[in-house]
């Protein structure tokens, strides 16, 4: 086994999007983060930070990852498809060739948190038919393992020869989604698949991954390995743990398309001004 050094840290920094809905922005498109594109966290008690929700608007080409930690929120999209989120629930959207929805909250105080992550479709994937599938906070295993307490949305978590599959399976990347709850001075192994890429984002308290000690609202881009040494010291930390293969095909994006060419952005804009981004 090789443990995974902390290659680069980064630093959410605050934004606003949708109607004007408060974020921290952890990650925005960077080439060698491949294949994620994006990672938002959504965090506020003040309901004038998310009240607007994110009203009606397009996607093409990638996928959405929905995980939330307290809250509700309501998908609706150009299909007539609903689904409520609330707390502990998440949604895998695969945007394809094209989806309208929105996002709005259905509260109109108390706390509002969760991510959106953005997951890159290789080239032969970006203009199949869209679909969804909404996960209620049971469908997603929550596993003991020693000091961790690991929730699965996504991929496979090994510990002590046993294996935990998450409801999302069967993705081309491969995608590995973990909400690693550690205790106070609590460890973790995890391994991870050695050509993937793999990140981890601390959200609750400071952590240990690798040699590199990590605040709160850090993301550490890992090197090369095939797992992941987590810690917490004095306080419990709670982190995403995500990986996912590479595609390492040309990516170009303009708002909500993510495509191979300048030419099939092109192409995007002019289908939804059209009406026929999701025929």
Sequence with gaps: ?????????????????????RLNRVL??????????????????????????FPSHP????????YMLEGRMLHEDHAGNSGL???????????????????MPQQEAGGMRGFQLWINLPAAEKMKPAH??????????????????????????EHDGLTTTGPINGISTDPLFLDVNLAAGGRLELPVPAAHTALVYVFVGNATVGDRDLATG?????????????????????????????LREPMVHYGPFVMNTRAEIEQALTDYQSGRLTA
């Design 1 to 21: 086994m090789q443990t995974r050094s902390v290659a680069r840290m980064l630093r959410g920094q605050p934004a606003s999007d949708g109607g004007g809905v």
């Design 28 to 53: 925005s498109f960077q080439p060698d983060i491949d294949p994620f594109l994006m990672l938002d966290e959504f965090n506020s008690a003040n309901a004038d930070d998310y009240i607007a929700g």
């Design 59 to 66: 996607h093409r080409g990638f996928e959405t990852v929905t």
């Design 85 to 103: 989120l609330v707390g502990g629930g998440a949604q895998w959207m695969t945007a394809g060739r094209g989806i309208i929805h929105s996002e």
């Design 132 to 157: 969804y599938r909404d996960l209620a906070p049971e469908e997603i295993p929550t596993v003991s393992a020693g000091d961790a307490r690991v929730r699965v949305v996504a991929g496979r978590f």
């Design 218 to 246: 850090h993301l550490a881009i890992t090197g090369e390995g095939d797992t992941i040494a987590l810690a917490a010291e004095q306080m419990p930390a709670r982190m995403l743990v995500l990986a996912g293969r590479p």
